[in-house]
């Protein structure tokens, strides 16, 4: 057996895949509106996303691997914390709901595995990666292996303080965070309500408008900082940018890499490769998948 099946359970959209395992190959795609708010509807189309996937293969699967926002339980069978979104998430029993084997695994952890497995941090031991886009999520891979840590709460990086001054709390209680930065959400706060989206804001910047271009170099300023601090802290091979920002291309990775000349510490010549995902919407899907090795 070498095929498997990958979820993820998005905020608007569920993204499934019939992944060979080996070679990284989507054999089959669905995707369907999640329809967060009607009550355990995003359950049955799991279930019946699965059931198409399988009818696609004449093989018997692996198992399946379901990517979702919030923290697994110790065991990766349940998500134990998601407050505030998707309500039925925390404790269900998805191999019991599925009847299959099931691995449940954080989000940006998937996509971690994606890129790890098959993407951009392929043959590398050491890497971190940070997806940006409503917020900011990540993951950490360390001797090969994702790192989960205790409660299952390493690599939200997002999380990490970059102005300690701030009288600005994000969703953990963290005074100017990574994700207040640069997140999607913030944006309109950032911009004093000028601009509503990161698209916006950038188009903008293109122009050259002076509120714009502030509010968005001081976002990959502190995007730099960061970076360097991860760099400090785990000395990665690698950090992967993934995303819905990632798509700003030049008008993000230019100004980073400026900053980070300015910001990391680089012993020996030492530097650390930052590099834009190779997977995109379907990182997450893959990266479930790819769980099953």
Same mark, same amino acid.
């Given at each position: 057996?070498?095929?498997?099946?990958?979820?993820?359970?998005?905020?608007? #959209?569920?993204?499934?895949?019939?992944?060979?395992?080996?070679?990284?190959?989507?054999?089959?795609?669905?995707?369907?509106?999640?329809?967060?708010?009607?009550?355990?509807?995003?359950?049955?189309?799991?279930?019946?996303?699965?059931?198409?996937?399988?009818?696609?293969?004449?093989?018997?699967?692996?198992?399946?691997?379901?990517?979702?926002?919030?923290?697994?339980?110790?065991?990766?069978?349940?998500?134990?914390?998601?407050?505030?979104?998707?309500?039925?998430?925390?404790?269900?029993?998805?191999?019991?709901?599925?009847?299959?084997?099931?691995?449940?695994?954080?989000?940006?952890?998937?996509?971690?595995?994606?890129?790890?497995?098959?993407?951009?941090?392929?043959?590398?031991?050491?890497?971190?990666?940070?997806?940006?886009?409503?917020?900011?999520?990540?993951?950490?891979?360390?001797?090969?292996?994702?790192?989960?840590?205790?409660?299952?709460?390493?690599?939200?990086?997002?999380?990490?303080?970059?102005?300690?001054?701030?009288?600005?709390?994000?969703?953990?209680?963290?005074?100017?965070?990574?994700?207040?930065?640069?997140?999607?959400?913030?944006?309109?706060?950032?911009?004093?309500?000028?601009?509503?989206?990161?698209?916006?804001?950038?188009?903008?910047?293109?122009?050259?408008?002076?509120?714009?271009?502030?509010?968005?170099?001081?976002?990959?300023?502190?995007?730099?900082?960061?970076?360097?601090?991860?760099?400090?802290?785990?000395?990665?091979?690698?950090?992967?940018?993934?995303?819905?920002?990632?798509?700003?291309?030049?008008?993000?990775?230019?100004?980073?890499?400026?900053?980070?000349?300015?910001?990391?510490? #680089?012993?020996?010549?030492?530097?650390?490769?930052?590099?834009?995902?190779?997977?995109?919407?379907?990182?997450?899907?893959?990266?479930?998948?790819?769980?099953?090795?």
């Amino acid at each position: 057996m070498h095929q498997a099946i990958g979820i993820d359970l998005g905020g608007t #959209r569920i993204k499934g895949v019939l992944l060979d395992t080996r070679t990284g190959e989507v054999l089959e795609k669905r995707i369907t509106p999640t329809n967060d708010g009607e009550t355990n509807s995003w359950k049955t189309v799991i279930a019946q996303t699965v059931q198409e996937l399988k009818a696609s293969t004449s093989e018997p699967i692996l198992g399946v691997g379901l990517a979702a926002p919030g923290l697994p339980n110790t065991d990766n069978s349940a998500i134990a914390c998601m407050p505030g979104r998707l309500p039925g998430l925390e404790g269900f029993a998805w191999g019991d709901f599925l009847n299959e084997r099931v691995w449940v695994l954080n989000d940006a952890h998937a996509a971690v595995l994606a890129e790890a497995r098959f993407g951009a941090a392929r043959n590398i031991s050491n890497a971190a990666m940070l997806t940006l886009g409503t917020g900011v999520g990540g993951g950490l891979l360390v001797n090969g292996q994702l790192y989960q840590g205790f409660f299952q709460m390493a690599g939200h990086m997002g999380h990490m303080t970059v102005d300690a001054d701030s009288d600005q709390l994000d969703v953990t209680n963290a005074p100017g965070s990574l994700e207040d930065a640069i997140g999607n959400v913030t944006v309109s706060r950032r911009s004093y309500g000028r601009y509503k989206s990161t698209h916006e804001l950038l188009d903008g910047y293109a122009q050259g408008e002076p509120i714009a271009t502030l509010v968005w170099l001081t976002s990959v300023r502190r995007l730099a900082a960061a970076l360097a601090s991860i760099a400090n802290s785990f000395s990665p091979e690698v950090i992967v940018l993934g995303g819905g920002i990632t798509q700003a291309n030049d008008a993000l990775f230019a100004p980073l890499q400026t900053f980070m000349d300015l910001f990391e510490w #680089r012993p020996s010549g030492k530097k650390t490769t930052i590099c834009k995902a190779h997977y995109e919407d379907w990182a997450g899907a893959i990266g479930a998948a790819a769980s099953f090795q």
